[in-house]
């Protein structure tokens, strides 16, 4: 079996430091280069000596970084292949913990290099401010849990992945499942969403005992870094430095204030339209006209040439980077059997290419995922000149602008997909979904600020925590005779059990991508021009800075909310 729809990619530019010929076969093939990296950095006697060694960590950090990206892509595309899972966790037990471990050392050398302060800024500012976190929070005892940590992490992927149900006499993925909670028989709806939520319930307590697992050992990570508790040190390590918890906190409240009253409202409309005395959790994917699901597709080829389409019409160069991805395979879409859950993009930073892997069914929730991983794999091709590996990622918070604005901007030519009637239709369903997804990225991120700082807590407590979260954020919905698929539905959330913490980036992102459409309307040139330019940053300046390149906006409070809001209304009632 092919494991990766790729083959082989060449690098963007020649190796100068790498060998051609080296293979990640063992850590015995890579330790070398490490013990000549540090050499090396003995010898910098200028700035010029300091910035070409910096070039020589990058280029061993995009090679040893595409072998994983390859083995993860591998994994994830086929949970059950033996071979693509032991490849995986062959890196991970036995490669990954020793690159920690050596770029830390090399991490620590530089920090105390005494050219190090000569370095130009801003080119090195965030390169600088990086580095010295990293050495501040490293910890060679945290090496092996950090190990058990992505074991459980996949673990958790090959479970989910193989999750099935019979359904009308096939076997059907819980993914492929979604198709039947658009139905307009409230009993086919009711049905599907009944074989699911069991099928979640029954791996129910294993997927607690392996939360339980998690959470010991990302707290026992922050103790032995000397945090008081795992919030606060992944607040650090993940690169915050430009807002705090409590700014999470004015999210949420915004959410509550802001948001929630407009996603009553919806939902209130949506039962009037349904003839319901309650919505229950069937009632909200459903068509509330009671017309049939939109049907964008039913091949994913289908699918890809018409998004490229979309691409044709909004700007010549995305377009092209699209066909790229075309014609070099780097596309899985359509879900199967033994396929992790979820989409994502991940790059391949030797080739800086893109690769995007989706769970495609043929709904208008597909479309949208295509041109929100799009927009990640735009960010990958925008920052390909930049030649330090660190940089050629900007923070979570910008990654996702990049690929919500896509949402907005592809989302205006979805007449490549549909009727004229049919786009508006589609086009409703995305400005309701964002008002949806305001208050679960509120539910999620406080109840993982609550998990960390209530580390003692049992698992009533955690299904306590999180039941009166959704009481705060999860609408006018009831689940009356389904109060424990309430209680347990955040374990399908895989950012909680892989990525801890996030989850908030969306949602700070997400008043981004609305900043970006906003200035759409009144000079869309200028706001796609803003958009590429800031994509092509990288990650080489502050986030502030990256919104600030993009023309929009850096807060996430109640006056940060209620115009973008206020816009979505706006835009919903124009398509009424």
């Known amino acids: 079996m092919e494991l990766l729809p790729f083959g082989d990619l060449p690098p963007y530019k020649p190796r100068t430091f790498v060998p051609v010929d080296l293979t990640v076969a063992s850590w015995d093939a890579i330790a070398p280069l490490f013990d000549q990296l540090d050499s090396a950095l003995d010898s910098c006697a200028s700035v010029d000596d300091l910035e070409s060694w910096l070039l020589d960590v990058s280029e061993l950090g995009a090679v040893l970084d595409e072998d994983g990206s390859r083995r993860y892509i591998a994994m994830t595309c086929h949970t059950s292949v033996d071979a693509a899972k032991n490849a995986y966790l062959d890196f991970i037990e036995n490669i990954e913990p020793h690159l920690k471990e050596r770029f830390f050392q090399l991490a ?51 479970k989910m992945g193989a999750l099935t149900v019979e359904f009308k006499g096939e076997e059907k993925t819980l993914v492929q499942m979604g198709v039947y909670l658009q139905e307009t028989d409230r009993s086919v709806r009711q049905e599907a969403w009944g074989l699911v939520a069991d099928r979640r319930l029954a791996v129910a307590d294993e997927c607690d005992r392996q939360f339980d697992q998690l959470r010991d050992i ?47 409202e919806l939902l209130a409309e949506r039962k009037r339209k349904l003839g319901l005395d309650v919505l229950r959790p069937w009632d909200t994917a459903v068509d509330p006209d009671g017309l049939e699901p939109l049907k964008p597709f039913s091949e994913v080829d289908d699918m890809v040439s018409k998004t490229k389409a979309i691409f044709d ?79 050629q990622h900007a923070p979570l918070e910008f990654c996702e602008v990049a690929s919500m604005s896509m949402e907005f901007i592809g989302n205006e030519h979805l007449e490549q997909f549909y009727s004229e009637e049919d786009s508006v239709r589609a086009r409703r369903q995305h400005l309701e979904g964002v008002l949806g997804l305001f208050p679960w990225i ?36 009831d689940w009356s005779g389904h109060e424990l698929a309430r209680t347990k539905m955040w374990h399908r959330q895989s950012h909680i059990f892989l990525v801890p913490f996030y989850y908030i980036e969306y949602g700070i992102a997400q008043l981004g991508a609305l900043g970006v459409w906003n200035n759409s309307k009144s000079d869309r040139a200028k706001a796609l021009a803003d958009y590429k330019k800031a994509l092509a940053l990288g990650g080489s300046r502050p986030l502030p800075e990256l919104f600030t390149a993009a023309n929009i906006p850096f807060r996430f409070d109640d006056e940060a909310f209620k115009p973008l809001i206020e816009l979505v209304q706006t835009e919903l009632e124009a398509l009424a």
């Open 442 to 477: 509120a539910t999620v991120d406080a109840f993982q600020h609550w998990i960390y700082t209530n580390p003692k807590h049992s698992v009533e407590d955690r299904d306590r925590a999180w039941s009166g979260l959704l009481d705060r954020f999860g609408g006018d919905i």
């Open 108 to 158: 620590k050398k530089f920090v105390s290099h005494p050219c190090r302060s000569e370095l130009p800024e801003p080119r090195y500012q965030i390169l600088n401010r990086d580095w010295q976190s990293t050495v501040e929070l490293f910890r060679e005892e945290n090496v092996p849990l950090e190990t058990e940590e992505s074991k459980l992490g996949q673990a958790y992927q090959e």
């Open 313 to 391: 019409e909004i700007d010549e160069e995305l377009a092209g980077g699209f066909q790229t991805m075309r014609n070099q395979s780097l596309l899985d879409l359509a879900n199967r059997k033994g396929k992790a859950p979820g989409g994502y993009q991940s790059s391949l930073p030797e080739a800086r290419l893109p690769f995007i892997f989706m769970n495609a069914v043929g709904l208008q929730r597909d479309v949208e995922t295509l041109l929100h991983e799009a927009g990640h794999a735009f960010h990958t091709l925008a920052a390909q000149e930049e030649d330090i590996h660190e940089y």
């Open 218 to 264: 990302r707290i026992q990570i922050a103790k032995n870094a000397g945090y008081a508790d795992y919030r606060d040190y992944k607040h650090i390590a993940k690169g915050r430095f430009d807002y705090q918890p409590e700014d999470c906190f004015k999210f949420h409240e915004a959410v509550e204030t802001v948001v929630m009253p407009a996603y009553n």
